[in-house]
């Protein structure tokens, strides 16, 4: 066993007619876990057209997913509500269209996986960053979003309405009201006066985003 006929890597093969030793995939070869048999699922399209349904179950755990990886992945731009005012934007970058608007109201959830799958205009695609489950995650997300900024008093449950400042009641007391129940968005404390006093001190080693100083910056190693 210690001395077996084999070819090393990159060997020359006379046996086969092209020489070579390390012979291509049968054709038609799918990795395990890489059949995507529903057409639906992988492309967010059923002959061309947006779906309109999840084609994955969703439930909680995938909304948290979807906001985890929607505010690394997407609120740079489209910010964490998705108005399209994110840091990038108020620094120069295109802004992107705001998810409240009635025709991304009404898009179907492919339309949104395909803007993630293959880009939009000037948007580049997230494909390789964003698996199709995660994809779906981030899709619901954004329904989430819309749902957030257009929801009604009605869909309150009457706990909740009765928590809410009336119609004209003084700032003070609306913030009352607020504190007797946990914030719905606690403010991100290290934002709070960003650009203008970034959370980093300026000039602190290692940092090479906001705050770090103009042709200053540390080596990376
Ligand atoms: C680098 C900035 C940037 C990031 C990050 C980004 N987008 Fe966009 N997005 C844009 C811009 C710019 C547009 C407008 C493109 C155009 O109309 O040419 C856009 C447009 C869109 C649209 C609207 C398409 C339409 O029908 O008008 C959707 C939906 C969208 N992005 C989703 C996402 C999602 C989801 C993510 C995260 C996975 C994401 N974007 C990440 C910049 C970004």
Redesign the pocket.
């Known amino acids: 066993m210690h001395i077996e006929p084999k070819y090393p890597p990159y060997t020359e093969s006379h046996f086969f007619d092209d020489h070579r030793s390390e012979r291509p995939m049968v054709e038609d070869t799918v990795p395990r876990g890489s059949l995507r048999v529903d057409v639906a699922r992988f492309s967010g399209k059923i002959d061309g057209a947006d779906i309109t349904y999840f084609p994955i179950p969703i439930a909680r755990a995938d909304l948290e997913r979807g906001m985890d ?2 505010n690394i ?2 609120s ?3 910010s964490r509500i998705g108005d399209g005012n ?1 840091l ?1 934007v108020m620094r120069g ?5 705001s ?1 409240h608007t009635p025709r ?1 109201r009404e ?1 179907p959830v492919g ?2 996986f395909d ?2 799958t293959n880009g ?5 695609n ?1 494909a390789q960053q ?1 698996e199709p489950r995660d994809r779906w995650a ?1 899709v619901a997300y ?1 329904r989430v979003l819309q749902y957030s900024e257009n929801a009604n008093i009605n869909d309150l449950p009457m706990e909740a309405r009765n928590r809410l400042p009336q119609a004209g009641q003084a700032e003070p007391e609306r913030l009352k009201a607020a504190e007797l129940d946990e914030p719905i968005a606690p403010p991100d404390a290290d934002l709070t006066n960003f650009p203008n006093e970034p959370a980093t001190p300026s000039g602190v080693p290692g940092v090479f985003g906001a705050g770090a100083r103009p042709g200053k910056q540390p080596e990376r190693k």
Do not use: D, E, S
């Not at 939009?120 to 580049?124: I, Q, V």
């Open positions: 990886r929607f992945y997407c740079p731009c489209h994110g990038i970058m295109v802004q992107p269209p998810y991304l898009a339309h949104f803007v993630i939009y205009g000037a948007m580049l997230y964003i981030i954004i």
